[in-house]
């Protein structure tokens, strides 16, 4: 393990249709259905994958960024340490690197660490390439994803930006390498594919298990406090970010007893992915394979 990385002791503490189709199908066919029946206006910004947004952090010195990649319809996220300028970025995307790498310099800060949730299937990552135009940049990735990466991740690793950190839980049942980034304070989740905002992601492959993702979410996630931000990997509607409270209460899937869960996932039919067979070898690779 990198030695800039401390362990920790973990932290402690609808309708049918609707519970079929609110959740994470990592497929452009599903998104771009979504896209059209929720969003039929989609700004010259937003189509050529520019578009980005900001969310208030409630942490004081804390900077907070949360992109939009609209292909894979994935947030990414970035925050930074306002004193130091030391800056991590979560779960960037290859067609958003150029954006993403002027943001950072705008903004006058020091990127070092690009860590992603898990090894995506419906996109390709941009950390690796990052490293080759950020000096000092280092990739991260939890190890029990299969993927390469400068820092393999364990459960309670925190991960430094400044005075601030991340804590690292592991979430698996989406795939098995998945998991949760709480910050220090518990204000804030990156939950990943794990926990999708009233929905979760599918687990009908790379790994996937119901049970499991049904015991992640709610012993990982669902322990933290209600007014915890939650932001996810993805969102189809145009949905930016909830809370654990919210969850907790009103998903429509994880509401449920784990046996109905398992049934509703197991159910869903979903087309395959339709970039898995290139993001998945991309990405085991720091999203380097074939470029």
């Known amino acids: 393990m990198c030695s800039v990385l401390t362990r920790v002791r973990p932290i402690h503490r609808a ?12 497929g452009s066919s599903y998104v771009a259905t979504q896209r059209k029946r929720f969003s039929p206006g989609v700004s010259s910004a937003a189509a050529n994958g520019r ?6 952090a409630k942490t004081e010195g804390l900077l907070f960024r949360q992109l939009f990649e609209v292909e894979s319809c994935t947030y990414t996220y970035l925050l930074a340490d306002t004193n130091t300028k030391e800056a991590i970025i979560i779960d960037p995307v290859l067609e958003t690197m150029d954006r993403d790498l002027t943001l950072v310099k705008e903004l006058g800060l020091n990127l070092i660490f690009a860590v992603n949730t898990h090894c995506h299937a419906d ?4 950390s690796g390439l990052m490293k080759k135009r950020i000096a000092g940049l280092k990739s991260a990735i939890s190890k029990h994803s299969g993927a390469s990466a400068d820092i393999l991740l364990s459960e309670g690793d925190r991960i ?3 005075k601030h950190y991340l804590i ?3 979430t698996p049942g989406h795939t098995d390498g998945c998991t949760t980034l709480v910050s220090g304070d518990e204000s804030m989740a990156f939950t990943g594919d794990a926990l999708l905002i009233r929905g979760c992601g599918r687990t009908d492959f790379q790994q996937g298990c119901a049970k499991c993702l049904y015991d992640s979410v709610h012993d990982k ?3 933290l406090p209600d007014d915890c931000l939650v932001y996810p990997a993805h969102d189809y509607i145009g949905q930016t970010v909830s809370t654990v409270g919210e969850e907790r209460k009103f998903n429509p899937r994880l509401t449920k007893s784990k046996d109905e869960f398992v049934d509703i996932m197991n159910s869903l039919n979903l087309p395959k ?3 898995i067979d290139i993001s998945v070898p991309a990405n085991l690779v720091c999203g380097l394979h074939g470029l």
Do not use: M, Q, W
Request: with cysteine; aromatic share 12%.
């Open 15 to 26: 309708v049918a249709l609707t519970l079929r189709l609110g959740a994470n199908t990592e």
């Open 51 to 56: 578009f980005y947004c900001s969310r208030a």
């Open 123 to 126: 996109h390709i990552t941009s």
């Open 160 to 162: 430094p930006f400044g």
């Open 168 to 170: 690292v839980k592991e």
């Open 221 to 223: 996630i669902f322990t």
């Open 273 to 275: 992915p339709d970039k």
